[in-house]
């Protein structure tokens, strides 16, 4: 049993470190955005959704997520196409056609965001502290075990 223990310790560890790994990408990203950023227009060419089975209240239902995908003219000539982050289905969203404001970082063409608001700061932070929670309770639950 001690060895099992340790692994599913040691998998709960492993996965706080994905989290705060990734939440740190975040982060960087929008540090990226803030400072590097340039702002244009962009022209929504379609709307991508995305469907996952949920549970609540002992029903299942369909959650809906949405993605603009917007194409622009990047300060090089070049015509992008680019995906904007995942919206659910409280959150506004542009139709296609809509010209709206983005912005994206001028070497890394793809990474945009909508130029009223960056989701990936408070992500980030978030992503940052499950995982530290989740090393901190890995952490605490081998040392109850007596593994160290």
Do not use: C
């Amino acid at each position: 049993m001690f060895k099992a223990s340790a692994l599913i310790f040691l998998l709960l560890g492993l996965a706080g470190v994905v989290l705060a790994g990734k939440g740190l990408q975040l982060v960087s990203a929008a540090s990226r955005m803030a400072s590097d950023a340039m702002t244009t227009q962009a022209e929504v060419v379609r709307l991508d959704e995305r469907k996952r089975l949920a549970h609540r209240d002992q029903t299942d239902y369909w959650q809906v997520f949405y993605t603009e995908v917007v194409r622009f003219t990047a300060w090089n000539g070049e015509t992008v196409e680019a995906r904007l982050p995942e919206k659910n289905a409280e959150e506004s969203r542009a139709k296609p056609g809509d010209i709206i404001q983005i912005r994206y970082h001028p070497d890394r063409l793809t990474e945009v965001v909508p130029a009223s608001g960056n989701p990936w700061p408070m992500q980030g932070v978030m992503l940052i502290v499950l995982g530290a929670a989740t090393i901190a309770g890995s952490v605490f639950m081998a040392w109850r075990k007596g593994l160290f």
